[in-house]
């Protein structure tokens, strides 16, 4: 092992170690509610999620080198583990407020989109200011981003008919357990079958389209398939710890906002900064380390895997549990789930001009520009604004 991986090694252990320490002082030591007991479980979530981030990026490195799949794939695929800490925060919000927790899984979307427009700032650039994206991001994920914005206006042209003509009192108020089982299980199966053409497309002997598109070289002495497993699985051990962890600190940090007088969807929409967290680091630490593919894999799945992902997930945990008895049932009949409002239909409504920018930005000629990376920035993060002063 060279002195550099030793080094690295060494770096994501030692955050770990410093997290679940923060993390036991804070549930052992701390009694109450209190800020600094919050504070002590949001750095210490932070860096474990930093650290099982690190083991993940071992993990499917070593797995796309061993399947000679190329760095984008090995990206998406450390991705859809990144969402394992804001799943376990969410069924948390989930269950203390099904409201809030369904409008935070869409804003995590349009902070995602935020990021990944922003990052775009950060990429190499030609000669004329262009940044070339990977071809995988090109021709799959682009299509991901219409079908999302497809989704996301659909969506919310239903609510705002259903919420128009109904009477008040009728299911044309609210979404029940039904609408989200059926949801749900739609968007989940387009997620099924963008992964298994990504992974069939990519994970065989293939001819490159591109330099970034050609498979990973295996080293001379390859990662087990054991060390592989053993890095993956502590990965989602530690995520699921500093998921929660940082979940129970947001809680905290929302209520206090709320109690201050701040409006309900600026809560939101912080919360959804930190269930996006392991994303976000993610993406960070592998442009640190020049892996840019890897760290725009993750960028593009912190917005594809929100619509076809975290949120069906979302809406079947909502149905469940309606259904089990643990969140109250909405309306007369007594299936209810989410309330069409003006805060559910407003998010759903304003993630389809985010989808559909950024769909063209990539789409047109697979670079992009620093006109587009400026507009996509605007888009995102004006998208936020009228959501946090108008929402």
Known sequence: MSGDSTHESRLWLWLLIGGLVLIALATFAIGGHGLMRAALLGL?????????????????????????????????????????????????????????????????????????????????????????????????????????????????????????????????????????????????????????????????????????????????????????AGFGLAGLAMSVIGGHSVGEFADVLVSRLEEAGYPEMFGAVLLSVFSAAGAFVMIGMAHAQGKYNIALANASGAITQVPFLVLPIAMILLAAFTQTGLIPALGAAGDGVIPIDLHTTSAIFLAFPSMLILWKAVQDDGKVNWLETASMAAIFLLAIYLLVAHG
């Open 44 to 228: 210490g979530g932070m860096l474990v999620v930093f650290a099982s981030s690190e083991m993940m990026i071992l993990a499917v490195d070593g797995y796309a080198r061993r399947r000679g799949m190329n760095a984008f794939v090995a990206g998406t695929m450390a991705g859809l583990s990144s969402n394992i800490p804001e799943l376990v925060m969410l069924a948390f919000v989930l269950l203390a407020s099904p409201r809030v927790g369904f409008v935070v899984t869409v804003l995590t979307l349009h902070v995602g989109a935020a990021a990944f427009g922003i990052y775009s700032g950060l990429l190499p650039r030609d000669a004329e200011g262009d940044a070339s994206l990977p071809k995988p991001l090109v021709n799959l994920s682009t299509d991901l981003y219409a079908a999302a914005a497809g989704v996301f206006f659909s969506l919310g042209a239903v609510m705002l008919i259903m919420k128009t003509f109904s009477s008040g009192a009728g299911q044309g108020g609210y979404l029940g357990v039904r609408d989200l089982y059926v949801f749900g299980v739609i968007l989940l199966a387009m997620q099924a079958v963008s992964i298994t053409r990504l992974v069939k497309r990519f994970s065989k002997a293939h001819a490159p389209q591109s330099p970034d598109d050609a498979p990973l070289e295996a080293p001379r002495a390859p990662m087990s398939a054991a060390a592989i």
